[in-house]
């Protein structure tokens, strides 16, 4: 239970960021033009902003799905979520709600799923956006303060828990009864 | 040294077989006593390069992750920069609801005050006495790729007596709209504009309408749709599709 729950959380968040990243780089446009109604992200950076995020979004779930750099790949996951939320929560606040939310493009490729439409999809944005990534936000906390190494790249390469392994094997090498010919020396003295 | 001490020493010495743990500062260890001692140190190195090795390939991926993000926005600048698609975005697509039915004939055509690209403002109302041919119409619609050279000739034929007519743009999206699903869906944006307009060489102005409101009430849900307005601002003529020279003449003709 100690590892699932953190797992459970990886994939969660590493299959959302997938097909955002999907949907968004499926639908630049649409996207930019949601990017651009929030009002938040100066007109000369928009176009950059929605350029890059999809890709971003891709390597953070390739992270979080891999295993790799996990706890990172969390803080930054977080982040982007409380970014997100709060720039849902100032439109929400400021009544500039007439707007996809731009977090997946559901008219295209993932209409025809109603789970994910009813939960990203949507004409404008409201205190529901605003609670679902908060809640994702929560989500990337799980992963982060949990126990990561269920199929997890960063015990298979690094070897984090081997490691630790290890040095508890060496440790009675290191210990000064270990050596027999210091002892030796001592007795023949 | 008592005669028990002398006697237990010699003992010692006579049997060496039994000092193996025992061996003076100078002799050799034997295997015994030297392969715990060089598998310790051996596992010691194994154990340190093994470790330099993750923590290698762990700097590496760490700074190959960087220099991808890195490219990632470098890209997303000089690209978003260059093209600034959403700067020039023409409409907003969220806004694009029109009303399921288009308006009936007899029914009052909805006032509008639309600007063409070059900002050259055109207000239905300000055209009253002239008759007026609406079409709403999407950059990418073949039908309405079909429909440019017949508007072309309504032009010619009615302009010189007074008629006008307007193209609003209808749809987000650009020349490169795929309709079978969609892979580019860039929205519209002043070079498809022009590139409409150099390819169908189309004289009348064309108007964007930014948040759909004209579009939404005029019920255009299909490109392109056309209307015709007589002189009282009363709609004439309205059909979506691929529309005849000859009905939108005949609609012109019956207001003279």
């Given at each position: 239970m100690r590892r699932i729950a953190p797992l459970t959380a990886r994939i969660l968040l590493g299959l959302i960021f997938a097909l955002s990243a999907i949907s968004k780089l499926s639908a630049p446009g649409i996207f930019q033009a949601d990017v651009a109604a929030y009002?938040?992200?100066?007109n000369l950076l928009v176009a950059p902003f929605a350029l890059a995020l999809p890709w971003l979004e891709a390597m953070l779930a390739l992270y979080l799905l891999l295993g790799l750099f996990v706890r990172p790949a969390a803080i930054v996951a977080g982040l982007l979520l409380l970014i997100f939320t709060i720039a849902l929560a100032i439109n929400v606040a400021t009544g500039n709600t007439a707007h996809g939310c731009g977090c997946l493009q559901t008219s295209g490729l993932l209409a025809s799923v109603p789970l994910l439409s009813w939960l990203f999809g949507g004409l404008t944005i409201g205190l529901f956006d605003v609670v679902r990534d908060l809640v994702l936000a929560g989500v990337a906390a799980v992963i982060f303060w949990g126990d990561t190494s269920a199929l997890s790249l960063d015990v298979l390469l690094f070897g984090e828990r081997k490691e630790s392994e290890e040095s508890l094997a060496v440790t009675p090498a290191r210990h000064?009864?270990?050596d027999r010919r210091s002892i030796s020396g001592g007795w023949e003295g | 040294m008592n005669r028990r001490q002398a006697k237990s020493r010699a003992k010692r010495n006579q049997n060496p077989a039994r000092q193996s743990g025992s061996p003076g500062p100078e002799s050799p260890p034997t295997v015994a006593q030297g392969a715990p001692s060089r598998g310790a140190k051996s596992l010691n190195r194994g154990s340190t390069a093994r470790k330099a090795d993750r923590q290698t390939l762990r700097v590496g991926l760490a700074a190959g992750t960087v220099v991808v993000v890195a490219l990632i926005v470098a890209v997303a600048f000089l690209r978003g920069n260059l093209t600034g698609t959403t700067a020039s975005a023409l409409t907003n697509p969220n806004a694009l609801n029109p009303v399921s039915q288009m308006l009936p004939i007899g029914s009052t055509a909805p006032d509008f005050d639309l600007t063409t690209s070059s900002g050259q403002h055109v207000k239905?109302?300000?055209?009253?006495?002239h008759p007026v041919v609406l079409e709403f119409f999407a950059i990418w619609c073949p039908h309405c790729q079909n429909e440019a050279p017949i508007l072309n000739q309504v032009d010619t034929t009615f302009a010189p007596s007074g008629e006008h007519t307007l193209s609003i743009l209808a749809s987000p999206y650009g020349r490169s709209y795929d309709t079978s699903g969609g892979i580019d869906r860039s929205l519209v944006n002043q070079s498809d504009l022009t590139w409409f307009q150099n390819t169908f060489k189309v004289q009348h102005p064309m108007l964007i309408d930014p948040n759909f409101g004209t579009v939404n009430r005029y019920g255009a849900n299909s490109y392109p749709t056309i209307y015709v307005v007589d002189g009282n601002g009363i709609i004439r003529f309205a059909q979506s599709g691929d529309v005849p020279y000859q009905d939108i003449a005949n609609a012109l003709t019956q207001l003279q």
């Open positions: 009002h938040i992200v100066p000064p009864g270990a | 239905l109302s300000d055209l009253r006495g």
